[in-house]
């Protein structure tokens, strides 16, 4: 028996992805005109689960305009109420706030997960402190609300944050995870007939909700 369900929806393409930007508070200018449309689709597809399998109990999303757009989207189309948690803000970048990746990334020789102990920038995180805030936060979360389901609308940071606590994955571990744009990711809390209870990933960076419909055939 499923009892607590986490559903994690990232965030649409976003104007500081396509300009290869890093997208902290000062340059989040928010969702493309693609990024709204991606973000829709998926939430028509939530919505049908909403109605007709389990719906969900509860919305959260981060402060981030791309992420606050994207709950919005799903707020309204889902009839949920918002929450903003600052849990579940993205990594905190310091003076790469607005440069381009390819020169942050070429001055702290590589990205955030390069070098786990490392800041990145002046005044940013380590890779490893972020994983701790958001996993200590995403425990919280777990705790409160047991027997839900709750849908995030989230930043990829946090979807390999869930999978990093969930899979108890060891700090720094040098392993990915590709987490698209508007893709769905589930993990649920299964509890069987002998009273054992563990976490299973359900899905995983699913955009089949972004494919292009098919052609109606033609009599």
């Known amino acids: 028996m499923i009892t607590t369900e986490f559903v994690f929806l990232r ?8 300009a290869g930007l890093v997208g902290g508070p000062a340059t989040c200018t928010g969702l493309t005109a693609l990024g709204h449309s991606q973000v829709e689709r998926a939430a028509h597809r939530l919505l049908a689960e909403h109605r007709n399998h389990r719906p969900f109990t509860h919305l959260y999303t981060g402060p981030r305009l791309r992420l606050r757009q994207t709950g919005e989207t799903l707020s309204r189309t889902l009839a949920l109420p918002l929450v903003i948690a600052s849990g579940l803000d993205g990594p905190i970048h310091g003076a790469a706030d607005g440069k381009p990746w390819r020169e ?22 380590t890779w490893n402190g972020f994983l701790y805030r958001a996993t200590s936060f995403l425990r919280e979360l777990i705790e409160r609300h ?20 969930l899979l108890d994955l060891a700090p720094g571990i040098q392993t990915g995870f590709t987490v698209s744009h508007a893709s769905l990711t589930a993990w ?12 299973i990933l359900d899905r995983h960076n699913d ?13």
């Open 11 to 18: 965030h649409g393409e976003a104007a500081c992805n396509v």
């Open 104 to 125: 942050v990334k070429a001055a702290a020789d590589g990205g955030p997960h390069a070098h786990p102990d490392t800041p990145w920038a002046e005044g940013a995180d």
């Open 146 to 165: 047991a027997g839900d389901r709750i849908l995030f609308a989230a930043h990829g940071e946090t979807v390999i944050a869930a999978h990093t606590l």
């Open 188 to 199: 649920q809390r299964h509890h069987n007939r002998l009273g054992q209870q563990r976490w």
């Open 207 to 219: 955009t089949a909700h972004l494919s292009p419909s098919p052609a109606p055939d033609t009599p």
